[in-house]
């Protein structure tokens, strides 16, 4: 049986990945593509690992939405960046480590992690 003080904790982690995904539309926002070829290819443990990341960092300019298809099914799981005033970046064949470095390199740092964008994976 959990204590008061873990539950409560627990609590504070799920309200705190819920506001992530809250829309705001000053803020970042990283799409996922969640549709059935980008479940199959392992988006749901990208789109975790972006909302766990992003909570841990107490980022609060950040969202974290999910989408349907973004039409690149070969080069699934797909994320894009939109950062507003930016041009978007689409990221593919992502996983949870690409994501924890998207966010540190990216969101933090401001510096787009080229090795995983779409014109990277293309030539």
């Known amino acids: 049986m959990k204590s008061l003080a873990e539950l409560q904790a627990i609590r504070d982690r799920a309200k705190a990945e819920l506001n992530i995904r809250k829309e ?3 803020a ?3 799409l996922v593509g969640m549709a ?3 479940i199959a290819a392992g988006a749901r443990p990208v789109l975790n690992a972006f909302t766990e990341e992003i909570a841990k960092r107490g980022l609060q300019d950040v969202t974290v939405t999910q989408t349907g298809c973004i039409g690149i099914c070969q080069y699934e799981p797909v994320v ?3 950062i507003p005033g930016e041009e978007k970046v689409t990221y593919v064949k992502m ?3 690409k994501a924890v470095r998207v966010v540190n ?3 933090v ?3 787009v992690v ?3 964008t779409i014109g990277a994976n293309t030539k």
């Open 80 to 82: 894009e960046i939109e």
């Open 95 to 97: 996983t949870p480590e």
């Open 109 to 111: 740092n401001k510096n």
């Open 24 to 26: 705001n539309p000053n």
């Open 114 to 116: 080229a090795e995983y």
């Open 105 to 107: 390199d990216h969101l």
């Open 36 to 38: 059935t070829c980008g």
């Open 28 to 30: 970042a926002r990283v």
